[in-house]
């Protein structure tokens, strides 16, 4: 009985940890996964959707001048033509997602 019980909270702990570690997606996949189809991976805007939109480089001055703040207001509620993504990333992915853009700097 006492291994079962050893054994149940082994598992218990390797599946918090790993819906942790789930749950926790760095800045960069999220980027990927969310942002590099307009963005480009290089956050330059240079994929034909973001041409077409014209997209502001993520690395540039006038992106980067913006506080965490700004950018992470911008993340979670989009400006034209970019949808908001409150409710579809938690708040640390949105906050990894700032500091992975903050790397875009030229």
């Known amino acids: ?6 054994a149940c909270m082994i598992l218990l ?3 918090f940890l790993s819906s942790a570690t789930f749950a926790a997606d760095s800045g960069a ?3 990927k996964a969310k942002c590099a189809s307009c963005h480009g991976a290089s956050g330059a805007g240079d994929t034909a959707m973001g041409k077409s939109m014209k997209l502001k480089d993520l690395g540039s001055a006038e992106v980067q001048s913006q506080s965490d703040a700004d950018l992470t207001n911008v993340v979670a509620n989009g400006k034209k033509p970019m949808p908001g993504y409150k409710g579809k990333l938690t708040d640390d992915q949105i906050s990894e997602l700032v500091k992975y853009i903050r790397t875009l700097k030229k």
């Open 29 to 31: 996949d999220v980027f």
């Open 13 to 15: 702990a390797f599946a």
């Open 1 to 6: 009985m006492k291994r079962l019980i050893q």
